[in-house]
């Protein structure tokens, strides 16, 4: 697969879009590769200061959400500039400094054991399981339903994280998760990673 492409791309989704606020539409000669597979994307953005490789941005999707990893790059590339709340949006002076990472992640396949995981090699997605809400007050049912799912995903391969029980630890942080006190299961996930 051909990444420079795929790159460039997302570069050009995010100056376009910060110029002129407006989302490009892929090539049509854009390889085929591409266009026809469905997959999630997250987009890593990336500035060098003082020799180290500081995060800039990132956002992403486990699940595709549109036709293609074409289309996914695009939105990806944009939130990851614009949208990522830990960080002041990107300004067109400073895109120049920035290096792109763009990840196509497999499909999540549930694990049954922490063994299967590595954190080298695969990147997790941590999902609470629904719990049972009841509040009475007075004899009165003020909620009785489910509570949403907490969600947190980690790419593989992160500087810092080297043991599965830190990878795991970190992913329920991320969603909010308590391991010690709620009940989660764990997906795995391979990448394609692609890097300026």
Known sequence: MDGKKLIGLARKAVEVYLKEGKKI?????????????????????????????ILRGCIGTYL????????????????????????????????????FTIYILSAPSLIKDVKELNPKKFGIIVKSLPMRYESV???????????????????????????????????????????FSEDFSVYKFEVQKFKE
Not at 68 to 82: D, F, G, K, P, Y
């Open 137 to 179: 007050r007075g004899g009165e049912v003020i909620f009785d339903g489910f509570l949403p799912e907490k969600t947190g995903v980690l790419l593989p391969d992160l500087e810092g994280i080297d043991t599965i029980e830190d990878q795991v630890m970190i992913a329920c942080q991320k969603a909010g998760i308590d391991p």
């Open 64 to 99: 595709p959400t549109k036709e293609n990893v074409v289309l996914e790059t695009i939105e990806n590339a944009i939130l990851a500039a614009t949208e990522d709340i830990r960080f002041e949006p990107v300004s067109l002076k400073e895109l120049p400094e920035i290096n």
């Open 25 to 53: 539409l892929p090539p049509e000669d854009f390889p085929e590769e591409f266009l026809k597979k469905k997959a999630g994307v997250f987009v890593s953005l990336h500035k060098i200061k003082n020799g180290q490789e």
